[in-house]
Each structure stands twice: as structure tokens, then as C-alpha cells.
């Protein structure tokens, strides 16, 4: 299972969702792979910090798959073990800037390097891959690789915006990914003691319908001590809310694939 995040608006919570969901994962015995597609380099950041992450040299980084000029040894001269068993990561940093691009679709070849990537590497049981706050080449690379797409959204104003660029975004990659679909929106962030939220919530559940997940992913300091610890929540402090919700997250993810796939089968 290849799992895309995307949302255009930046701090809804699509890098600490990877981050903490391959932990939820990797404690349930799968074989994660992340996938860093946002230069910022966030997610990469997460696991061994700043100072090695914008130390990598564009060669150990997404941003080598790109470089026309450039030639990937293997999949494992990019991909790195963590600190988390069952968890590897492919990371960025600001060598992968130049190559996001906005008209992707005009991009070439350079479309099909995250697929490609993918399909050369080894055995991993679930993909997640962290996009960046835009629809430039990155993203697209990531959808054309996908088998679904999770889009986290803030239960506000803000985090709503350009949802509909989004869909349509998975609508056009649907020409060159047809197998590609929607898994679904996830509210995160939420704080159910603020109106607004609760207003925000009913109102997504009242556009989305069933393609709003059942899990809601709090704001919880949890999350944030356990990435300055550099270690997902489940792994850090299972018996916390934060944690709870992210293994029901993983859980209610399996779940969606497993139905939709019983319902291609049966089509």
C-alpha cells in the first residue's frame, strides 16, 4: 500500500501523521517505508534532526531521483534504516527545491520517478509519503505513485482551502495513475472544546460524507514530546490519547484498504 499525503495548506499535520502513523505500523509488525517529498525535509528531520539532515549531499536524498545528471546506484544508496525497528526512510532536504517545479504535468519523464523509485525498492509491507504545502512536481510525482491518497485537514478556514485543487489534482493523475483513489480526509488537530472545530468537523462530514475518516487526531502534547525525542507516540507513550488515536488511525487506514479492495474484487 502506497499512501500519498497531501494538502495544500502547510502545518496541518502531514508530516507528524507520517511520522507517528509508521510507528503505529511498525508496532503492528509491518515494514514501513517513508518517503520524504517535501523539501523542507521535515519528516527526515524528525528522525536524526536538522544539522544531519541539511547535511546530506543531494546524492542521499529524493532529490537524486530528479537530477537528470545524476544516477541512483540502488534504492538503498537513498534509503536509510531509523532508530524505529521496521521503519526506513527516504529523506530531503533543500536539494530537492529546485526540482519542484509548478506545471507538472509538463515535467516529462521526471513524472515517473517516484513509481519507478518504488517499484525498485525492496519489500515494504506500507509506503507513506510526506508532500509538500503545494501541488508542484513533488506531489504529483507522489500521486502518480500512489494507490491512495490521505488529505489531513485542520478543522478550520485556513486547512479547508484548496481542498477542491487537491481532488482535482487526483482526478488529472488519475490519466497516468489509474488505479489511484481517494482514501480519504482526516481531521487532525482538533480541539473538540473549541465550537469552531465541532462546527468545522459537521461541516466536513456534511461535503465529505463517508470519505471523512472516523478517526480524529487531537492536538495533544504527546505528539510533540515524542517527536523532540525523535521516537513516534505509539513507541514513546502508548497509553496516551495521542497514541491511542494514531493506532486506531492505522488501524481504520488497513480497514478502508482491505473494503475497497474487496470491492474491486468483486467488480
Given at each position: 500500500?502506497?499512501l500519498?499525503?497531501?494538502?495544500?495548506?502547510?502545518?496541518?499535520?502531514k508530516s507528524?501523521?507520517?511520522?507517528?502513523?509508521?510507528?503505529?505500523?511498525?508496532?503492528?509488525?509491518?515494514?514501513?517505508?517513508?518517503?520524504?517529498?517535501?523539501?523542507?525535509?521535515?519528516?527526515?528531520?524528525?528522525?536524526?534532526?536538522?544539522?544531519?539532515?541539511?547535511?546530506l549531499?543531494?546524492?542521499?536524498?529524493?532529490?537524486?531521483?530528479?537530477?537528470?545528471?545524476?544516477?541512483?546506484?540502488?534504492?538503498?544508496?537513498?534509503?536509510?534504516?531509523?532508530?524505529?525497528?521496521n521503519?526506513?526512510?527516504?529523506?530531503?532536504?533543500?536539494?530537492?527545491?529546485?526540482?519542484?517545479?509548478?506545471?507538472?504535468?509538463?515535467?516529462?519523464?521526471r513524472q515517473?520517478?517516484?513509481?519507478?523509485?518504488?517499484?525498485?525498492?525492496?519489500?515494504?509491507?506500507?509506503?507513506?509519503?510526506?508532500?509538500?504545502p503545494?501541488?508542484?512536481?513533488?506531489?504529483?510525482?507522489?500521486?502518480?505513485?500512489?494507490?491512495?491518497?490521505?488529505?489531513?485537514?485542520?478543522?478550520?478556514?485556513?486547512?479547508?482551502q484548496?481542498?477542491?485543487?487537491?481532488?482535482?489534482?487526483?482526478?488529472?493523475?488519475?490519466?497516468?495513475?489509474?488505479?489511484?483513489?481517494?482514501?480519504g480526509?482526516?481531521?487532525?488537530r482538533?480541539?473538540r472544546?473549541?465550537?469552531?472545530?465541532?462546527?468545522?468537523?459537521?461541516?466536513?462530514?456534511?461535503?465529505?460524507?463517508?470519505?471523512?475518516?472516523?478517526?480524529?487526531?487531537?492536538?495533544?502534547?504527546?505528539?510533540?514530546?515524542?517527536?523532540?525525542?525523535?521516537?513516534?507516540?505509539?513507541?514513546?507513550?502508548?497509553?496516551?490519547?495521542?497514541?491511542?488515536?494514531?493506532?486506531?488511525?492505522?488501524?481504520?487506514i488497513?480497514?478502508?484498504?482491505?473494503?475497497?479492495?474487496?470491492?474491486?474484487?468483486?467488480?
Amino acid at each position: 500500500m502506497i499512501l500519498a499525503l497531501i494538502n495544500q495548506k502547510g502545518g496541518c499535520g502531514k508530516s507528524s501523521t507520517c511520522f507517528h502513523l509508521a510507528g503505529a505500523f511498525a508496532a503492528a509488525g509491518h515494514r514501513v517505508l517513508l518517503v520524504d517529498a517535501d523539501p523542507q525535509g521535515s519528516l527526515s528531520q524528525g528522525f536524526f534532526g536538522s544539522a544531519e539532515v541539511e547535511g546530506l549531499v543531494a546524492e542521499m536524498t529524493l532529490a537524486v531521483l530528479f537530477d537528470d545528471d545524476r544516477l541512483v546506484s540502488s534504492p538503498q544508496s537513498i534509503i536509510q534504516p531509523t532508530s524505529v525497528e521496521n521503519v526506513s526512510l527516504a529523506p530531503a532536504n533543500q536539494h530537492l527545491a529546485p526540482f519542484n517545479t509548478p506545471s507538472p504535468e509538463a515535467a516529462g519523464m521526471r513524472q515517473y520517478v517516484l513509481r519507478e523509485f518504488l517499484e525498485s525498492a525492496p519489500g515494504y509491507d506500507i509506503v507513506l509519503i510526506d508532500c509538500p504545502p503545494n501541488l508542484y512536481l513533488c506531489s504529483w510525482a507522489a500521486i502518480v505513485a500512489a494507490d491512495y491518497v490521505l488529505i489531513p485537514v485542520p478543522p478550520e478556514d485556513f486547512g479547508t482551502q484548496g481542498l477542491r485543487a487537491v481532488h482535482q489534482a487526483i482526478e488529472n493523475a488519475r490519466a497516468l495513475n489509474p488505479g489511484l483513489r481517494r482514501l480519504g480526509h482526516l481531521i487532525t488537530r482538533s480541539d473538540r472544546r473549541l465550537v469552531i472545530h465541532r462546527s468545522y468537523e459537521q461541516r466536513l462530514r456534511e461535503l465529505y460524507r463517508e470519505l471523512v475518516l472516523d478517526t480524529v487526531i487531537p492536538e495533544a502534547s504527546a505528539f510533540k514530546v515524542a517527536l523532540a525525542c525523535r521516537t513516534p507516540v505509539e513507541l514513546y507513550a502508548r497509553d496516551t490519547a495521542a497514541a491511542v488515536a494514531t493506532r486506531t488511525l492505522a488501524e481504520e487506514i488497513l480497514a478502508r484498504v482491505a473494503e475497497r479492495n474487496r470491492k474491486r474484487q468483486v467488480a
